[in-house]
């Protein structure tokens, strides 16, 4: 018999649970009474249901029982208490009966308004009538047994009845009905809160992405005039040197279609593959070394493990130009620029290190923050992961290095999402 209502308790538990989670499902709940109890909880607001979901998974199997009996030692506690108190009104037997059954009524009165809060508002009448009526049927009908079996007189019952039910009505109001308003209005007000906290969050992630997107369009528009008038320049020099210099004209060229191909490519999607990212750095960087010679060297290791990984779109590009704007070519010798990936206690940690310039010195704090290229990439990261970041620091030949870091189990689902 016991195995039978644990199982039974259990299905009714694992049923709640499914509701809550997913209420379409409630229709399909089989029994008029249980389908009833799922169509009440797919009724309540999501907050709600997530908060119950949470409290009967909290309090499911063994948690629940340990709960109710501790619950049961503490409204027996109280019973002894007012049987020591009042001897003579309360018998021992009778005090720990009264006192659990007020008890547990009150905590079942709690629990109904804790997780149907928003209901106890807009029905505030017809579960205040409800209550009233419930608490006055009790009385009732204590007072008239209690009088029954004292006398045995129907007339006595009745003239206890009025002498006894206003003192326990008010008791029943005071000890039940203000609680259970006190704590609807409590968590009404949370709720309110709650909801305001939720949409202020999903306005400020909504504009948090218009701004990175806008900032992305800025840096996708910001293939520099420059760039491309000096490596056409280069590219018109290396014609007008005949045949010599024809097939450098044709390499760089090709190069530099590579990279517009492969940067246009890029304007359209919010993440990449890793190994498209480093196809178009790679083209960038032998347009770059094609005007600047032996001033430019470079080397991208990218293990073929991680290549089908998905980042943040143009953020290893914004890193380069970064590098050979501030470090390699205000240099004199000139430098050279890594690129690579690597797994790093769990995480995914792509490089960019140069040998040129380093961080400006005395300014460090500002080098960190960078210009607007640097903070668009934090801000894409953040909003791809909390705990993703990049670093700037000083390298330790000279030059800067700045790590990209972030989940390989995000970068994993970016490539999901992407698809």
């Given at each position: 018999?016991?195995?039978?209502?644990?199982?039974?308790?259990?299905?009714?538990?694992?049923e709640s649970l499914l509701v809550l989670k997913h209420p379409e499902m409630a229709a399909q709940v089989k029994g008029r009474a249980r389908r009833c109890i799922a169509r009440n909880l797919s009724t309540l607001t999501p907050i709600e249901r997530e908060q119950l979901h949470?409290?009967?998974l909290k309090y499911r199997g063994a948690g629940f029982y340990i709960a109710a009996f501790k619950l049961m030692l503490l409204f027996s506690a109280i019973g002894v208490v007012l049987h020591l108190l009042?001897?003579?009104?309360?018998?021992?037997?009778?005090?720990?009966?009264?006192?659990?059954?007020?008890?547990?009524a009150l905590v079942?009165?709690?629990?109904?308004?804790?997780?149907?809060?928003?209901?106890?508002?807009?029905?505030?009448?017809?579960?205040?009538?409800?209550?009233?009526?419930?608490?006055?049927?009790?009385?009732v009908t204590g007072v008239m047994l209690a009088g029954l079996s004292d006398t045995g007189s129907m007339g006595?019952?009745?003239?206890?009845?009025?002498?006894?039910?206003?003192?326990?009505?008010?008791?029943?109001?005071v000890f039940y009905m203000v609680p259970l308003a006190i704590v609807?209005?409590?968590?009404?007000?949370?709720?309110?809160?709650?909801?305001?906290?939720?949409?202020?969050?999903?306005?400020?992630?909504?504009?948090?992405?218009?701004?990175?997107?806008?900032q992305l369009r800025l840096l996708r528009a910001q293939i520099e005039p420059h760039f491309l008038f000096n490596t056409l320049g280069a590219v018109q020099q290396?014609?007008?040197?005949?045949?010599?210099?024809?097939?450098?004209?044709?390499?760089?060229?090709?190069?530099?279609?590579?990279?517009?191909?492969?940067?246009?490519?890029?304007?359209?999607s919010e993440q990449v593959a890793l190994q498209s990212e480093f196809d178009m750095v790679a083209a960038y960087l032998r347009v770059m070394q094609a005007r600047m010679g032996s001033r430019l060297r470079y080397a991208l290791d990218l293990p073929a493990e991680f290549a089908q990984m998905t980042i943040p779109s143009m953020i290893l590009l914004t890193l380069a130009e970064n590098a050979i704007k501030h470090g390699i070519e205000p240099s004199l010798r000139g430098g050279e620029i890594t690129m690579s990936a690597q797994q790093v206690d769990g995480m995914?940690?792509?490089?960019?290190?140069?040998?040129?310039?380093?961080?400006?010195?005395?300014?460090?704090?500002?080098?960190?923050e960078g210009g607007l290229g640097l903070e668009n990439v934090r801000s894409r990261l953040r909003l791809s992961d909390p705990s993703a970041s990049l670093n700037l620091r000083d390298g330790e030949e000279g030059g800067v290095i700045a790590d990209i870091v972030l989940p390989i189990k995000m970068a994993a689902s970016l490539k999901e999402n992407a698809a």
């Open positions: 018999m016991l195995k039978k209502f644990r199982d039974w308790y259990r299905s009714i538990d694992d949470d409290f009967l009042f001897p003579v009104k309360f018998e021992l037997l009778k005090a720990v009966v009264f006192s659990n059954g007020m008890g547990f079942w009165g709690l629990i109904g308004v804790w997780f149907n809060y928003r209901s106890s508002v807009r029905h505030k009448l017809k579960k205040l009538l409800l209550i009233v009526s419930t608490c006055a049927a009790g009385v006595m019952a009745f003239e206890r009845l009025l002498r006894v039910g206003g003192i326990a009505l008010l008791v029943a109001v609807t209005s409590w968590r009404n007000r949370q709720y309110e809160a709650l909801t305001l906290q939720l949409q202020q969050d999903a306005e400020r992630d909504r504009l948090a992405r218009e701004l990175s997107e806008s290396l014609a007008e040197q005949g045949a010599p210099g024809a097939a450098r004209a044709a390499a760089l060229t090709a190069d530099l279609i590579a990279f517009l191909r492969a940067s246009l490519a890029e304007m359209r995914l940690r792509l490089r960019v290190r140069d040998t040129g310039m380093g961080l400006p010195q005395g300014d460090t704090e500002h080098a960190q």
